[in-house]
């Protein structure tokens, strides 16, 4: 039997596996995921204002195929995600440790 398999946690494993946070390798890795996240919110906006990425698009004046990329969190900048919320007629905020929230949009 595996009974001298050792088990790992997430967090364990990524830092076995990508590296302990703080090292380059990590931080783009958490990096990639932030930005992945801030992709699918934007989808999640999109589809609860019940519009293609093609709409978005001709609103935002971008090709369908990047509002996918910004929906799969590529090419993701403040004001690509400014652009894009305006175009759903809503906003965000940003906020900053040591000087609170700021309006995006």
Do not use: W
Not at 52 to 63: A, N
Not at 77 to 90: A, D, E, N, P
Not at 97 to 104: F, K, P, R, S, W
Request: net charge positive; with cysteine; proline share 1%.
């Amino acid at each position: 039997m595996k009974e001298n398999m050792k088990c790992y946690t997430l967090d364990e494993a990524e830092d076995i596996i990508i590296g302990k946070k703080g090292t380059p390798r990590r931080d783009a890795y958490d990096a990639d995921i932030a930005m992945f996240l801030v992709g699918k919110a934007l989808r999640e906006a999109r589809k609860s204002r019940h519009l293609t990425q093609e709409q978005v698009g001709q609103l935002v004046g971008v090709q369908k195929a990047q509002i996918s990329r910004i929906e799969n969190g590529n090419n993701l900048t403040l004001s690509t995600i400014v652009r894009y919320l305006k175009s759903l007629g809503m906003q965000a905020n940003l906020s900053i440790n040591t000087i609170g929230d700021v309006a995006l949009a």
